[in-house]
């Protein structure tokens, strides 16, 4: 019986998807939308107000509204808690998603 390391065959290819979903992130917005490029957050570490690629400042009530129009891209609007709720779309890249953007 041959004698396989799962680790790294794992890790090798968890690089390899995380290097494609990069190249599939750089090509996904084709209309050229507004993304998010930073967040404020609140004492709580809540996100309540986004900066877009357009330098427009918005709240998290005026964010969602854009969001769910389908204005603003690699977002998705869900309901949770009894509320809706942005989250970043899930592309397998951290430093994307909202809670790691920089802060304005």
Not at 59 to 67: F, G, I, K, R
Not at 81 to 103: A, F, M, Q, T, V
Request: hydrophobic share 30%; charged share 35%; glycine share 6%.
């Amino acid at each position: 019986m041959e004698d396989k390391d799962y680790q790294k065959i794992y890790e090798e290819y968890k690089q390899e998807s995380q290097q494609q979903a990069q190249v599939e992130a750089a090509q996904s917005n084709p209309d050229g939308k507004e993304e998010f490029v930073s967040v404020r957050k609140n004492q709580d570490g809540d996100l309540i107000a986004f900066k877009t690629s357009t330098g427009r400042e918005l709240d998290y009530v005026m964010a969602l509204n854009e969001a769910k129009a389908g204005r603003i891209a690699h977002v998705d609007v869900f309901h949770k808690y009894g509320r809706d709720i942005i989250r970043s779309e899930p592309d397998g890249i951290k430093e994307n998603n909202l809670d790691h953007l920089p802060e304005f």
